[in-house]
C-alpha cells in the first residue's frame, strides 16, 4: 500500500486501537465479566443482626409477647413461672376484652404495691427488650375476665358467680377445692355494674387472688381501664410440658347480654296491652237484632 493510499476495509486502523483492545477488553478468555467478589459472612453478620432485631421489636411492639406468670392466683389454668405468648394484634383493630378471655393489663391502681421486682441481669434485660424474654420490671398482672362494659355481677356465699342474673358453671376453670364465691367482708360477697370502657377480673384461684373484688377502694373501684389491656393470653410456651392454648371456657358460651329494662318493660306489657284489647272488643261491640231500624 502507498504512503498516500487510503486504508483497506480489513485493515486496522488507529481508531481501533491496539489489537484484542476492543469494547470486550475486560473480559476474559471465555467471553464472560469476572464476578464481584462476595461479601464476607462476617461483614454481613452485623446487617443480619440488625435486621433480626428490628423484626423482633416490630413482633414484640404489634404482634405478640411472652409473659412470667408471677405468683399461684391463676391456678390450675396457670402455674407460677409459666411463660405465656400474649396476643397484642387485635386491640390494634379495635377488639376488645370479652368474658371468659385470659388477659395481662398494667397495674390500674398499685395492685403490686409493695411486690418485690426481681433483678435481670444484662442479658435479660437485651432479651426482654427485644421481647424474646418477659420483662422483669413491668408491673402486670393477669387475670380472667369476667364482667365487661354493662353486666352486673354478683357473688353471694359461695356461689354460684352471676353476671346479668345468670349463673357461670366455673367447674372446668376454678381452683379445685375452691367456691366460686369467698365468704369474706374484704370484698368477696358484692354486687357491682361495670361502666364503659372497664372490664371486671377474678383469678381462677378464688381463695388466693387479690383481684377486681379486693381492689373496689381504689380510683377504678376495682374495675380494670380496657385501655390498660396488654392482649389476651392464648397459649401457655413454657415449659414444653405445660404447653396449652387458652381458650374460653364453654359457660361463656350462654346468652349472657344485659337486657334493657325498656325491652323488660316493653316484654311485659305487650300481652297486658293485646289481653285488654280483646276483651274491649269482646264486651265492647253492640249486639245486632233482627227486624226494623231505629227510630
Same mark, same amino acid.
Given at each position: ?79 407460677? +413461672? ?17 368474658? +371468659? ?19 435481670a ?14 420483662s ?56 357491682? !355494674? ?8 377474678? +383469678? ?14 381504689? !380510683?377504678?373501684?376495682?374495675?380494670v ?7 389476651r ?5 413454657w415449659?414444653?410440658?405445660r ?38 272488643l ?10 226494623g231500624?231505629?227510630?
Open positions: 500500500m502507498s504512503p498516500g493510499s487510503a486504508p483497506g476495509p480489513g485493515s486496522d486502523s488507529p481508531e481501533d486501537g491496539a489489537a484484542g483492545q476492543g469494547p470486550d477488553a475486560s473480559d476474559d478468555e471465555q467471553g464472560h465479566r469476572p464476578r464481584k467478589k462476595q461479601r464476607s459472612f462476617w461483614k454481613e453478620l452485623p446487617i443480619l443482626v440488625g435486621i433480626a432485631l428490628v423484626l423482633a421489636l416490630l413482633i414484640k411492639t404489634f404482634l405478640v409477647q411472652a409473659f412470667s406468670i408471677p405468683s399461684d392466683s391463676m391456678q390450675n389454668t396457670l402455674q407460677q +413461672g409459666d411463660r405465656v405468648l400474649v396476643d397484642k394484634l387485635t386491640p390494634w383493630f379495635g377488639s376488645e376484652p370479652e368474658r +371468659g378471655e385470659v388477659v395481662v393489663f398494667h397495674d390500674p391502681d398499685n395492685w403490686l404495691a409493695g411486690e418485690p421486682t426481681p433483678d441481669n444484662p442479658v435479660q434485660r437485651v432479651l426482654s427488650w427485644i421481647g424474646l424474654m418477659p422483669a420490671e413491668e408491673k402486670d398482672l393477669i387475670k380472667r375476665v369476667v364482667g365487661v362494659a354493662g353486666d352486673t355481677i354478683e357473688c353471694k356465699n359461695t356461689g354460684p358467680l352471676k353476671v346479668n342474673g345468670k349463673a357461670l358453671n366455673e367447674q372446668s376453670y376454678v381452683y379445685e377445692g375452691n367456691t366460686p364465691c369467698s365468704v369474706d367482708d374484704q370484698g368477696g360477697q358484692f354486687k357491682v !355494674k361495670v361502666p364503659k370502657g372497664k372490664i371486671w377480673v377474678m +383469678g381462677d384461684h378464688r381463695q388466693n387472688s387479690l383481684d377486681s373484688r379486693y381492689h373496689q377502694s381504689d !380510683k377504678n373501684k376495682g374495675m381501664p380496657v385501655d390498660n389491656v396488654v392482649g393470653a392464648i397459649v401457655v410456651a415449659p414444653p410440658t404447653w396449652a392454648t387458652l381458650p374460653v371456657p364453654d359457660t361463656f358460651d350462654q346468652d349472657l347480654s344485659a337486657a334493657a329494662p325498656g325491652a323488660l318493660g316493653l316484654a311485659g306489657a305487650v300481652p297486658l296491652v293485646l289481653w285488654r284489647r280483646r276483651r274491649l269482646t264486651d265492647g261491640n253492640p249486639r245486632v237484632s233482627g227486624g231500624t231505629a227510630g
